[in-house]
């Protein structure tokens, strides 16, 4: 049936058409917004490179908290920045360290707030890698998620909701679940940053964590940024050894990942929009060069429309706001 009988324009003539016949709905109930936590009180320090995120001390990410619930985000994703910071990653593994105390306090005051914990040795350690440095400079794995499997336990002791392991070291899902069920822990999820790139999307997040490594990159563990099978072994290999959810990171740059991977696996996949997504948008909006809200609208229907089940993002709360939540 071709031109003229055929009109594409017909069902977009109008607001009330096209809402109609819209393909992909953002929700809020999609939704995780990340927080960092510094030592103090009363602590709200700016990241220069991401307009409008603070570092927060713990009675601030209450705060923060609730100000995220009540704009109808439903969970939160905590990375704690401790002042104490050695080779054993000690301040992660604390019942009484920085995360486990942010995690307990935002818990007991948004309890309806899921809390999902970042867990990574890379802000917690002197050289900032994600993992044990052997032999003055390689990346240990098998020491490493022993470590990562601890501090699992720890933030789901202290109440979270979810573990999230961002490492990329092997066999850590598997470490952690082991860990996790032998201490009485076997409710709390897995969700595992399976396909985590070594991008350059990072840098903003890397000041917000003070996370950098101290030398070299994370190319041996992370993954490079041409592949696509590797990604769905990740995936794969992830779900086999007990990830609840899986995620792919970054995502605006890796939209054909997310739908690969919805379309290999059956738990459900998260999208992480990354700081350095975040920053070009918002430093582009400062500049006036960019419409801020509809881009931030048009980048997360284009991450849910290529098979984001749930979307971790920096501008969550403004986006529920504007969803009407
Ligand atoms: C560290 C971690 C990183 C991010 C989340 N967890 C950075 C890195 O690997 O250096 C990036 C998040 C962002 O850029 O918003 N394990």
């Not at 019942?95 to 935002?106: S, V």
């Not at 991977?261 to 990354?274: D, G, M, N, S, T």
Request: glycine share 6%.
């Amino acid at each position: 049936m071709p031109f003229p009988r055929e009109r594409h324009r017909r069902t977009r003539q109008s607001a009330a058409w096209r809402r109609m016949v819209r393909e992909t709905r953002l929700t809020p109930d999609a939704l995780i917004y990340p927080l960092f936590v510094v030592p103090g009180s009363r602590v709200r320090q700016p990241v220069g490179s991401m307009p409008g995120i603070c570092q927060l001390s713990v009675d601030e990410a209450v705060k923060e908290a609730r100000r995220v619930a009540a704009a109808g985000v439903p969970a939160v994703l905590v990375f704690a920045v401790p002042e104490r910071k050695d080779p054993q990653a000690s301040d992660a593994r604390d019942p009484h360290g920085l995360a486990a105390q942010a995690i307990a306090a935002i818990k007991s005051a948004v309890p309806e707030l899921l809390v999902w914990a970042d867990v990574c040795l890379c802000g917690a350690t002197d050289h900032g890698h994600c993992g044990h440095i052997v032999d003055g400079g390689t990346i240990d794995n098998d020491s490493s998620i022993a470590t990562l499997a601890e501090v699992a336990l720890n933030y789901a002791r202290a109440g979270a909701d979810a573990v999230a392991p961002s490492d990329m070291m092997d066999g850590r899902v598997q470490a952690i679940r082991s860990l996790l069920d032998r201490e009485g822990r076997a409710t709390t999820p897995i969700i595992s940053y399976a396909a985590k790139y070594a991008s350059a999307f990072y840098g903003p997040f890397r000041e917000a964590a003070e996370s950098a490594p101290a030398f070299g990159d994370r190319r041996s563990y992370q993954m490079d940024p041409a592949n696509v099978r590797e990604a769905l072994r990740e995936v794969l290999t992830d779900v086999a050894e007990g990830a609840d959810l899986v995620m792919v990171k970054p995502a605006g740059p890796y939209l054909d990942v997310i739908r690969e991977v919805r379309a290999a696996v059956r738990v459900p996949v998260v999208a992480y929009q990354v700081s350095g997504e975040f920053s070009l948008i918002k430093a582009a909006a400062e500049r006036g060069w960019i419409d801020e809200r509809a881009a931030v609208l048009e980048t997360l229907t284009g991450i849910a429309r290529a098979g984001a089940d749930l979307i971790i993002s920096y501008f969550a709360p403004e986006v529920a706001q504007w969803l009407g939540a």
